[in-house]
DNA sequence: ATGCTGTTCAATGTCGACAATCGACGCGGA
DNA sequence: TCCGCGTCGATTGTCGACATTGAACAGCAT
């Protein structure tokens, strides 16, 4: 039985996020204190900083004297987020590359086998959920604390802000090929590939995703 | 003349830095609200906003129910800071590293030579203030403000916890080789060139000031 | 001497109220 | 009609006080 020890903070900021997966929030919105103080029973003080984690998570713009706002994401944003998130991770698979086992590429491919029967079923839940299974054990050789730190903040914003897309992006075809194409690259032991692949995967996400939003 | 509106939030941001770079802040320090709200003659509340924006600038640890305390990197971390630095700054260097003008390249040759004049007259100050302008003027030309988000806060990070080491790192030699280096790679049009001579210069800055900490 | 336990105190977590400020609205004049 | 200005309401900024929690210390048992 896990003893979890939550703040009022924490419990805003889990209740933020399920208003933004459910869709109760959605960009330009106004998150005002005193309205989520009454609707959670609090007093403003946890509200606020709550808010300054969502803040820092991207999750929330601030603007002084005036409120916190769910962001608006114009297309190039959307693009650079994802660009971002390419170089970040670029450079962490890049970098632990000749860390992964023989075992953990045939994990890989089984993932992406999975993937793309999950995605022939339509089962989007899935996808997603394997998905995720194949993108954290790529990240996983990496210790770099700074880094990861970022990369994480990236991908829960993005995570959040756009999970409603997550299941229509690309068709199963595709998933295949690009999830191969990444395995592949890691078999090649070419570095600089490997590099070049995650930023272009991220890179044309972020396209889809931006041509989408409009 | 330029209408600053100043809230105490930030006085209390600015006073910190302040503080650092005096060093009457110290690695480990804890900052205490109380404290700090009597010195500054204002109540805790500002404070903590204050505390929550330096937390998001890797500037202070925060420990729940504990307190706030500047934080303590270990070599590794260090290392992974700066390394990072490296990956983002190289990243946007590159990825316009087509825009320079003759002139600006100009700019920047002029730059390294003030640099490492300052640097045999042991001008510390103009030696990073010079710095700081090459730095700019690099990665002006992006605009990827998710990516430069990032980089500011980390250049800020860095720069707040170990701006005491910054004329102490190079002699004047070898300032000048490395930003001709950089400046050379420019010239040279080979972006792949470009990103890993920034990548080493974070790199061995890093690790350079990770033995200089122990 | 060592390890456990209860107490104490200082620091953070939370609260409700008041002050300061921004944005919207309506009025009046060009 | 359109633009500038002042008022007003709603929201954030700040305050002092109280509640809660973690860490250090003393005392006891082993």
Redesign the pocket.
Same mark, same amino acid.
């Not at 032991?189 to 409009?214: P, W």
């Given at each position: 039985m896990p003893i979890v %020890?939550t703040? &009022? %903070?924490d419990q805003v900021v889990d209740h933020v996020y399920q208003l933004l997966l459910q869709g109760e929030l959605g960009p330009g919105d106004? @998150? %005002? =204190?005193? @309205?989520l103080?009454k609707q959670m !029973?609090?007093? /403003?003080?946890?509200i /606020? =900083?709550a808010m300054k984690e969502l803040i820092m998570n991207g999750l929330v713009d &601030? /603007?002084?004297?005036? !409120?916190?706002f769910i962001p608006v994401l114009s297309p190039k944003q959307i693009i650079d987020s994802y660009t971002t998130r390419g170089v970040l991770e670029g450079y962490a698979i890049m970098a632990t590359c000749e860390q992964f086992s023989a075992e953990e590429v045939d994990k890989l491919e089984n993932l992406t086998a999975q993937m793309g029967s999950y995605a022939e079923k339509k089962n989007h839940k899935m996808v997603v959920e394997t998905g995720g299974e194949f993108h954290d054990l790529l990240i996983s050789k990496n210790d770099n604390v700074q880094l990861l730190e970022y990369t994480d903040r990236l991908s829960l914003k993005l995570h959040i802000l756009f999970f409603k897309y997550w299941g229509k992006l690309y068709s199963p075809a595709e998933i295949g090929r690009r999830h191969r194409e990444i395995v592949d690259s890691i078999k090649s032991g070419d570095r600089n590939l490997i590099e070049k692949v995650v930023r272009q995967h991220y890179h044309e996400t972020g396209s889809k995703i931006a041509t989408l939003e409009i």
């Amino acid at each position: 039985m896990p003893i979890v %020890k939550t703040t &009022y %903070k924490d419990q805003v900021v889990d209740h933020v996020y399920q208003l933004l997966l459910q869709g109760e929030l959605g960009p330009g919105d106004q @998150l %005002k =204190e005193s @309205l989520l103080a009454k609707q959670m !029973g609090i007093s /403003r003080a946890p509200i /606020r =900083e709550a808010m300054k984690e969502l803040i820092m998570n991207g999750l929330v713009d &601030y /603007r002084p004297q005036v !409120g916190n706002f769910i962001p608006v994401l114009s297309p190039k944003q959307i693009i650079d987020s994802y660009t971002t998130r390419g170089v970040l991770e670029g450079y962490a698979i890049m970098a632990t590359c000749e860390q992964f086992s023989a075992e953990e590429v045939d994990k890989l491919e089984n993932l992406t086998a999975q993937m793309g029967s999950y995605a022939e079923k339509k089962n989007h839940k899935m996808v997603v959920e394997t998905g995720g299974e194949f993108h954290d054990l790529l990240i996983s050789k990496n210790d770099n604390v700074q880094l990861l730190e970022y990369t994480d903040r990236l991908s829960l914003k993005l995570h959040i802000l756009f999970f409603k897309y997550w299941g229509k992006l690309y068709s199963p075809a595709e998933i295949g090929r690009r999830h191969r194409e990444i395995v592949d690259s890691i078999k090649s032991g070419d570095r600089n590939l490997i590099e070049k692949v995650v930023r272009q995967h991220y890179h044309e996400t972020g396209s889809k995703i931006a041509t989408l939003e409009i």
